[in-house]
């Protein structure tokens, strides 16, 4: 049984997706695991491969959605990127980027933010 922060977590991912593909990006992978961590979202825009953070925080006293994505969490994020193009050689010649997609509670509107080349590998 998940609990609420994994609901929320994945009904989040869910609006990011629906998001990103309203503006043409094509969805490669969600949930995709490995030992090095998680990808939330890798989708397609044109030529270049986009991994994406979903970031979703009931309160900000810790900081915002994006802030949260600190230099840590990118290691993470790069290490598994890595990990995936290993597993998916076709997709290794590609451009790759680096995108976060923050939400807050009052986003329930479908109003987000996205942070395009979020940070660099």
Known sequence: MKDSRQVLGAAAEQQA???LEQRGLCLLAKNWRC????????????????FVEVR??????????????DSRKQ????????????????????PCRFDVIAIRPEDTNGSLDWIRNAFDS
């Open 75 to 94: 290691q993470r994020l790069i290490r598994a990127a890595q990990a995936f193009l290993q597993s998916a050689p076709v997709w290794a010649e590609h």
């Open 35 to 50: 030992r090095q961590g998680e990808l939330d979202l890798v989708m397609r825009e044109a030529d270049t491969v986009v």
């Open 17 to 19: 997706l629906v998001y």
């Open 56 to 69: 979703y925080r009931r309160h900000t006293a810790w900081g915002s959605a994006q802030e949260s994505v």
